[in-house]
């Protein structure tokens, strides 16, 4: 197989893979505990090793008719994408990508229309696909423009790859919902603070791509008196991590993944006028996104024109004006 920078490759796959799952599980409730114990069986054909097992737990444990408690814990895998096993034989060594998990969970239901919930998790993987051309990268990074390295490094399954990646993802996230009652207001606030990291064949932790640590989102509505209604949302995130540039507009290697985005929020409102005619509902709304605004920035790309580092403009202030019908 010969592949140059983006050109063409093509590849002719002379047999049919197989890929076949089974799955069963066996529940038991012992007065407030529910216990419910699951196993996987998958086979894929065009693995070295064919066969796999991942077993699964779950407990519900109730302390009282509004309040539970939840754990999960168990074994997931996921097959090798085809176009890395049918364009490079090489890649028929690799291992299924694997994950060992645990979730822990509270839910309490405060009234009718409002409750909480608590959730934290961990997460292992590994047997993750690493490329041996580049030595830093792993697939968990790939296809989202990699912390703006331009082609996002769609060729990665081409590379001859071997399955020694490994990293982590841990978090926790408080959420509460209103819905609506007698009190025409409904709402959701939800707030996460998570970490994942990953590391390649170097075996250095790196931050994921995907790696934005905290996440607020707020959002709700008030209906006055069933003709209108206003509703809005706020979301408040810390940047991703990226890739510098050198000088002369490469990515450096030795700082991948090291810098970071700027935190971002904006506030979205929307003023609704619903009207009845008959069998016909008609919406008129008034919809203003980013309504202070704030330009939002993402990581910065390289301008092969003018030779330098620049960021990309986003939107700012976005009102919109319409009209929904419904028969």
């Known amino acids: 197989m010969k592949y140059i920078g983006m050109a063409p490759v093509e590849e002719r796959l002379d047999e049919t893979p197989g890929k076949a799952a089974v799955y069963a ?20 054909s065009m693995l070295e090793q064919k066969l796999a097992l991942a077993p699964r737990l779950s407990t519900t444990f109730a302390f009282s008719p509004t309040t539970d408690l939840t754990m999960s814990i168990g074994r997931y895998y996921q097959t090798p994408s085809y176009l890395w096993l049918a364009t490079n034989p090489f890649n028929r060594g690799l291992s299924r990508i694997g ?3 645990i979730i822990l969970g509270l839910q309490h239901i405060i009234s009718e229309d409002l409750q909480v919930s608590l959730e934290g998790y961990y997460k292992q993987y590994f047997n993750y696909p690493t490329s041996l ?5 792993i697939m968990a990074n790939t296809g989202s423009e990699a ?14 790859l071997v399955s020694c990646g490994r990293g982590f993802s841990r978090g926790i996230e408080f959420s509460m919902q209103k819905k609506m009652s007698e009190i025409p207001l409904y709402g959701m606030m939800s707030v996460s603070y998570s970490e994942t990291r990953f590391a390649a064949l170097d075996g250095i932790s790196r931050p994921s791509d995907f790696d934005q640590r905290l996440v607020v989102n707020v959002g709700g509505g008030y209906a006055f008196g ?12 810390t ?5 510098p540039f050198q000088s002369n507009g490469s990515p450096s290697i030795a700082e991948y993944n090291s810098a970071r985005v700027d935190v971002n929020h904006q506030l979205d409102l929307r003023v609704v006028r619903h009207w009845s005619l008959g069998p016909v509902v008609v919406d008129t709304y008034l919809d203003v996104q980013n309504v202070y605004n704030r330009k939002s ?18 939107l700012g202030i976005v009102p919109t004006v ?5 028969f």
């Open 25 to 44: 599980q066996l529940t038991k409730s012992i007065d407030n505990l529910k216990l419910t114990f699951g196993l996987r069986g998958s086979y894929f």
């Open 99 to 101: 994950v060992n998990q």
């Open 133 to 137: 051309n580049h030595p830093y990268l």
């Open 147 to 160: 912390g703006g390295m331009g082609e996002g490094f769609a060729s990665f399954g081409l590379d001859s």
């Open 226 to 237: 069933g003709s209108w209604e206003l509703s809005g949302r706020f979301r408040l995130y």
């Open 239 to 243: 940047g991703r991590p990226y890739t």
């Open 297 to 314: 920035t993402d990581a910065p790309v390289f301008s092969e024109r003018r030779q330098r580092v620049e960021q990309v403009p986003s």
């Open 322 to 326: 319409g009209i929904a019908v419904q």
